[in-house]
C-alpha cells in the first residue's frame, strides 16, 4: 500500500524565513513523489511514531543539510488533494528558521533547483508552484500580511 494514493497520507512542510523576510523554496525534482517541476516550501514525509516538528527536522537535515527550528505548532493545515495524479494528502505546515548551515541539494533527484525569494514578489515571478504551496502562501499572507508589502 502506498502513502498517498491507497489511503491518506501524512507529510509536514516548512515556511523558512530569513533574518531579510524572504523565503526558502525548492523546485521539485523529476523523482519527486508528486508535483514534479513545481516549486515548493520544503517538506517530506511523517514517519510512523515520528512527531510533525520531528519530522520536518529530519527532512530538512536529510534533504539540504541544515538544521532548523520551528514554532511549536503548525501555522496552517491543507488538505493537500491532487486530482491529476491520485493523490491526497494532509499537510501540516511549520514557520521555521535555520540554525546552523546553508541549504545545499543532498538528494539531486528529489529536489532540482532552490532558492530565497521575497513573499511580495512570487506571484510576479511566474514561478510555477506546487498547490500546497499555493494554499501554504495564502494561508501565509493572512498570519504575517507584512511579508508581502513591496
Given at each position: ?80 488533494i ?9 499537510s ?59
Amino acid at each position: 500500500m502506498k502513502a498517498g494514493v491507497d489511503y491518506i497520507g501524512v507529510g509536514v512542510g516548512v515556511v523558512l524565513l530569513d533574518t531579510l523576510g524572504r523565503v526558502f523554496l525548492a523546485k521539485r525534482g523529476p523523482k519527486a513523489s508528486n508535483e514534479a517541476g513545481t516549486w515548493e516550501f520544503p517538506g517530506g514525509r511523517v514517519e510512523r511514531g515520528e512527531r510533525l516538528a520531528q519530522a520536518i527536522k529530519r527532512e530538512m537535515k536529510e534533504e539540504y543539510g541544515i538544521t532548523i527550528e520551528v514554532d511549536d505548532q503548525p501555522f496552517y493545515v491543507c488538505d493537500h488533494i491532487i486530482p491529476d495524479e491520485g493523490q491526497h494528502w494532509l499537510s501540516p505546515t511549520f514557520l521555521g528558521r535555520i540554525i546552523e548551515g546553508e541549504p545545499t541539494i543532498l538528494e539531486p533527484d528529489k529536489c532540482s533547483a532552490i532558492n530565497w525569494f521575497w513573499p511580495s514578489e512570487l506571484e510576479s515571478l511566474g514561478l510555477r508552484l506546487s498547490l500546497v504551496t499555493q494554499d501554504d502562501l495564502a494561508a501565509l499572507r493572512r498570519v504575517h500580511p507584512e511579508l508581502f508589502c513591496s
